[in-house]
């Protein structure tokens, strides 16, 4: 079966490996370019007051990776020692699903300091999130979000303001239940995210994989958008694609492919859905 891998051009190698390794054919279209923030000095200063927040929430690896990238050296000694003071007296670092806690891992937090959905939930997002840590919120003391700044395509809309870069977008439902909680949220932009540039190739690739049988794998809202204007005139009536969650599913099928299946973001539970579209 062929399958469409539409993660960051990052993310993406490993998801083609996997599904390589495991007979079926794999092509990578990436529909959202990464790239770190324009304006650092808010990074900077929430890591200055990094054993000042109760928790930092982390969106997606993305934003796990961009705000490491501007750890200060000091803090950076002390990867994974659950014991040094920037661990024991520090934040909990909380991830909304695998790929976010293993980024966490990799960056040098302690297991212990990680707070995620358990591996087997059955849906990763901030509400899966929201019931392993609301028992633990404190009134009063802010938690810190991560997450990234949309930038739109069009050259003059794509110069924000250095204090509009701080708000960013995504998670405003886990900001609303840590304010109810009595709570703080306050927010940092990492990284940024745009539209990627395709070359005449690509979008060829994919005007065929919208009808040859191919599977596309979502697991971003934004991809589809994305895809929706790289290919303005293109009907999907007859394509198939597997989302990572219900909201995923919905901007599918709103889109119009012909048939939506739901999968949890595992490669193992990907493989799962494939042999049953197969």
């Given at each position: 079966m062929r399958v469409i891998i539409t993660r960051p051009a990052g993310d993406a190698p490993a998801w083609v490996d996997a599904l390589q390794a495991a007979g079926h054919q794999a092509l990578a279209l990436p529909?959202?370019?990464?790239?770190?923030?324009?304006?650092?000095?808010?990074v900077l200063q929430a890591w200055a007051h990094w054993s000042e927040w109760q928790a930092v929430m982390f969106v997606s690896?993305?934003?796990?990776?961009?705000?490491?990238?501007?750890?200060?050296?000091a803090l950076r000694a002390d990867a994974g020692q659950i014991t040094s003071p920037t661990w024991a007296n520090g934040p909990r670092c909380w991830a909304t699903g695998p790929g976010t806690h293993k980024a966490l891992l990799q960056?040098?937090?302690?297991?212990?300091?990680?707070?995620?959905?358990?591996?087997?939930?059955?849906?990763?997002d901030s509400e899966a999130l929201w019931q392993r840590v609301a028992?633990?919120?404190?009134?009063?003391?802010?938690?810190?979000?991560?997450?990234?700044h949309d930038v739109c395509s069009d050259t003059a809309a794509a110069q924000p303001e250095p204090n509009a870069a701080l708000t960013g977008t995504g998670r405003d439902w886990?900001?609303?239940?840590?304010?109810?909680?009595?709570?703080?949220?306050?927010?940092?932009?990492?990284y940024e995210r745009r539209a990627p540039v395709w070359s005449t190739q690509q979008k060829a690739q994919a005007a065929q994989a919208a009808t040859d049988?191919?599977?596309?794998c979502f697991s971003s809202s934004q991809a589809i958008q994305h895809l929706a204007h790289a290919l303005p005139a293109q009907s999907w009536a007859n394509a198939r694609c597997i989302a990572t969650h219900a909201r995923i599913a919905q901007t599918a099928q709103t889109l119009g492919f012909g048939a939506v299946h739901l999968s949890r973001p595992h490669v193992a539970d990907m493989l799962r859905s494939l042999e049953c579209l197969a």
């Open positions: 529909l959202i370019e990464v790239g770190p923030a324009r304006y650092l000095q808010p690896a993305q934003a796990v990776r961009y705000f490491f990238d501007s750890q200060p050296a960056a040098g937090v302690p297991e212990a300091c990680i707070d995620s959905p358990a591996t087997d939930a059955a849906q990763f028992a633990q919120v404190k009134v009063g003391q802010a938690v810190l979000i991560v997450r990234g886990l900001a609303q239940q840590l304010q109810v909680a009595g709570a703080s949220a306050q927010f940092v932009v990492a049988g191919s599977v596309w």
